[in-house]
């Protein structure tokens, strides 16, 4: 079995502090797809030892901004930064490696962090051209076949059973028809698998964010915008899929949970 787990760690510092590195030990993933990193490449290896874990990442050019990581046990034959856009809001937030496995078989893992971006605003038509650029990107990993998986914050619920307040977030950021219709391409056209919800149960939920205020997390009113999608040989090897929802608000380590597939590979 290999062990994925993606999360956005909402920097980290800051999750290590509240006790991320307990949830390492117990979890011991092969895999992190690790998301809002903010931080620089000494710092991740600081918390995350090169002794142990084979590193690649993308900084954002905006210091305490974005940043996105892959951390495996497995040996990386070549990573791949970015996706070539050559925005400065873009950086931070494509990183790519091959990842070798024990047959020598390669397997491509992606960790992406999309644009939370504001209705009508600016940032929205950012994140529709990143959308794009992603979208591209793994039309070329699904044509090229093989084991692959594209994890991250994606900051778009695909479905009602996806948020919990459904209806009053039809206007909003994260749920616009037009950016969940990305989803639609992806798991359509391309042929990429949601692996979280194919083995998660049809819902609502399990939800992967709880805002930090009020009584979202304690009441449950979350949204699943964590995903890990998988190629067609890659989610053939898909086991079991779970959200690591921490046992109360107190004994979270980020606004996310994270999202742990077990591949038998």
């Known amino acids: 079995m290999i062990t994925i787990a993606t999360v956005n760690v909402n920097g980290i510092r800051a999750a290590f502090r509240r006790g991320m590195g307990a949830w390492i030990e117990k979890r011991q993933p092969d895999v992190l797809l690790l998301q809002e990193v903010r931080a620089t490449d ?11 874990w084979h590193l690649a990442h993308e900084a954002a050019e905006a210091k305490g901004r974005a940043g996105v990581a892959i951390a495996s046990r497995l040996p990386m034959s070549a990573v791949r930064i970015g996706l070539g856009t050559g925005i400065t809001g873009d950086t931070g937030r494509w ?8 047959d020598g078989r390669t397997l491509t893992a992606a960790s992406t962090y999309v644009h939370s971006a504001t209705a009508g605003a600016p940032s929205m038509d950012e ?14 990993l699904s044509s090229a076949g093989g084991l692959a998986v594209a994890a991250g914050d994606v900051n778009i619920a695909h479905r009602e059973v996806d948020l919990k307040n459904w209806k009053g977030n039809l206007r909003s950021a994260g749920f616009l028809p037009e950016e969940r219709a990305y989803l639609d391409r992806w798991f359509g056209e391309l042929g990429w698998h949601d692996v979280g919800r194919e083995l998660g149960g049809a819902g609502p939920g399990p939800y992967t964010w709880w805002s930090w205020r009020g009584q979202a997390f304690d009441s449950d009113a979350g949204w699943r915008i964590d995903y890990q999608i998988a190629t067609d040989e890659l989610a053939a090897a898909a086991r079991t899929a779970v959200v690591d929802r921490a046992p109360s608000y107190a004994e979270r380590f980020s606004d996310h949970a994270p999202l742990v597939v077990e591949y038998e590979l």
């Open 42 to 52: 000494e710092i991740l290896a600081d918390h995350l030892d090169p002794g142990e």
């Open 95 to 102: 990183v790519e490696a091959d990842l070798e496995l024990s």
């Open 127 to 140: 994140k529709h051209a990143f959308l794009g650029h992603v979208t591209r990107r793994l039309g070329a």
